[in-house]
């Protein structure tokens, strides 16, 4: 395996957890989603009868998504040198299982995990670590599976510090760590960016009213530059007919285009939409993971003209 180095920095933009991970030099982070204060499940025992052994923790929580596009991995060879680390940093280890012992599909559907495409998970091929430091309270567990040309790990810590809990959060405590810059960097970078703070109600085309961070930090990053046009593209799995699919992924994009118009005060002379359907799959809708990757909506830069 490749050599690593000193990991993404593990610590919130307000309390900061303890530890940081040394991660694989060609990692790559796909997702995160931090909050001040959260109720977290940390798993203790693998699937038995129809649920999950765990220890529920309140405190400031870090979620963190990798790639790393190394071929060959298995899921063990990930998650050897990050269960060292922790064993190195007095954590005692709570679960320690691959996919088999922890009770593969039930398991792996009983956690919080970061949604596909962000953190792919292999129900056939995974591992799962938990811990807990004896001292602090801090728990951090791990989750590591494999895809035929790379591998995906998940990370999770919470901080028990009674001293880094405000006593009454924000109701926005809870919001996606990527900050405008970071998507708009991202966006103009890679060209595309999955939507996935979206809630479309199941098996309709009505977006949700509840806040939804990644149209904020798209608006700003229409309004920082004022001569970018972008394109709302929806895309569904291969439940139905190609027709009944185009339709939807259509209207739910529509129904994004227009809350940046009517709710964000974006020009709608510089938002296009449209549905691909089935037609453009990130991931196979021969499995349920699958599946859920492939029904998403993503934003599309087209062009920025000059002044």
């Not at 989603?33 to 649920?51: H, I, K």
């Not at 938990?130 to 494999?146: E, K, M, N, Y």
């Not at 089935?278 to 349920?288: D, I, M, Q």
């Amino acid at each position: 395996m490749r050599g690593w180095l000193t990991a993404v920095g593990c610590a919130l933009a307000g309390p900061a957890l303890a530890l940081q991970l040394e991660l694989p030099s060609n990692a790559r982070q796909t997702a995160a989603r931090d909050s001040v204060l959260d109720r977290v499940s940390v798993a203790t025992g693998p699937y038995e009868d129809g649920q999950v052994a765990a220890e529920r923790i309140d405190g400031p929580v870090q979620r963190r998504s990798y790639r790393i596009p190394s071929p060959g991995l298995t899921p063990l060879q990930i998650l050897a040198p990050l269960r060292a680390q922790l064993a190195d940093a007095g954590y005692d280890t709570l679960l320690d299982c691959d996919a088999d012992a922890c009770g593969g599909f039930d398991f792996r559907f009983a956690i919080d995990v970061l949604p596909a495409p962000n953190m792919y998970v292999n129900v056939r091929a995974y591992h799962f670590l938990s811990t807990r430091h004896p001292d602090t309270g801090d728990a951090i567990w791990v989750l590591t599976s494999t895809a035929p040309d790379a591998g995906y790990l998940q990370v999770v810590q919470v901080g028990a510090q009674e001293t880094a809990i405000p006593s009454t959060p924000s109701p926005t405590a809870d919001v996606p760590t990527t900050s405008t810059t970071d998507l708009g960097q991202s966006l103009l970078a890679s060209g595309s960016a999955i939507l996935r703070s979206l809630d479309f109600a199941t098996g309709t085309t009505n977006l949700g009213e509840g806040p939804a961070p990644e149209l904020e930090q798209i608006a700003q990053l229409m309004e920082n530059r004022p001569n970018l046009r972008i394109a709302i593209v929806g895309h569904t799995d291969s439940v139905g007919g190609l027709e009944a699919n185009i339709a939807v992924s259509r209207a739910r994009a529509n129904a994004v285009r227009n809350r940046l118009v009517e709710r964000y005060d974006v020009s709608p002379n510089r938002i296009e939409s449209g549905g691909m359907g089935y037609l453009s799959p990130v991931a196979s809708n021969l499995t349920a993971q699958g599946r859920e990757a492939n029904r998403r909506v993503e934003v599309i830069v087209l062009e920025e003209t000059s002044n």
